[in-house]
């Protein structure tokens, strides 16, 4: 047989190709996601479309899950236990808006955290790249996404906001929250095959975090000088307060911190796809 036919089928592995650093990987995970672009799409469609055919019960549930997400801390806020400060609109509105953007952090992480443990038979059975099959998990975000604007527009409606022009911005502005949960996800996905608990280790860290991110409340109203100064030296503070401001503003004062932040977001990217590659070797024997 001609040797030139069977070096052209050869698929060669080596350490170099996924050890190198933090942007070696990220060039590794840039290349092998655009050579499996076509998997990734057809993935992503077959998800969506999963998410779409649900029954009328499962929709209901997606507009009304978000809204009840609220009440407890609308009916904190009545009684006068909860103080948010000057939020600018119905207090329903500003804590919707926050908690939604908020939620965006942990439903991407605990997706992005089973996706590889989902795909159990695929990993095992094809070579297909890991990251890849990641990727395809954003299926479930955009659909949430989705959802979550249509919800967002009925709001607005009924309390009569009227958008302003930089709201258009608000979706551009949701991109670094959805980056960072994308990144941590990356790096539990893997690391879950090792530790089973870490997904909900994770998530009970978001909830204490929640509490130093201005997502119920108005930062500027509290006293404490100390937490006033853990909450801006929290990026998510500024990932959830600009998308906000934006859109129900129309301006933001933390473009600065926002920007910062987002820098961050891009360097946790960069950090975990470099776990992901050192641990992703270890998934199938862990299955």
Request: aromatic share 10%; net charge positive; hydrophobic share 55%.
């Amino acid at each position: 047989m001609n040797r030139s036919f069977i070096d052209a089928r050869l698929t060669e592995y080596t350490p170099e190709r996924r050890y190198g650093g933090l942007f070696r990987t990220t060039l590794v995970a840039l290349a092998e996601i655009k050579r499996s672009r076509y998997l990734i799409w057809t993935l992503f469609v077959r998800d969506f479309r999963a998410q779409m055919r649900q029954k009328v019960l499962s929709y209901l549930w997606a507009f009304i899950n978000p809204l009840l997400a609220v009440f407890g801390f609308i009916v904190l806020n009545i009684s006068g236990v909860l103080h948010p400060g000057n939020t600018g609109v119905a207090y329903p509105v500003y804590v919707f808006v926050g908690t939604s953007i908020w939620n965006f952090l942990p439903l991407t992480v605990v997706s992005m955290s089973n996706t590889l443990l989902s795909q159990g038979d695929l990993i095992l059975k094809t070579n297909v790249p890991k990251i890849a099959l990641a990727v395809s998990s954003l299926a479930q975000i955009a659909y949430n996404v989705l959802v979550h604007l249509i919800v967002l527009v009925l709001v607005l409606a009924v309390f009569q906001i009227k958008p302003h022009p930089a709201s258009l911005l608000y979706v551009v502005a949701l991109l670094p929250i959805l980056v960072l949960g994308a990144s941590i996800g990356l790096a539990v996905s893997v690391m879950s095959t090792i530790a089973r608990d870490l997904v909900t280790m994770v998530q009970t860290i978001l909830q204490l975090l929640m509490y130093l991110t201005p997502v119920v409340y108005v930062a500027r109203s509290l006293d404490n000088s100390l937490i006033q100064k853990l909450i801006w030296w929290n990026p998510l503070s500024y990932l959830v307060d600009v998308p906000r401001s934006l859109l129900l503003e129309g301006t933001t004062h933390l473009g600065k911190g926002f920007g910062l932040s987002t820098l961050f977001t891009v360097a946790m990217l960069m950090i975990c796809a470099r776990v992901f590659y050192i641990l992703q070797d270890l998934i199938a024997e862990r299955l």
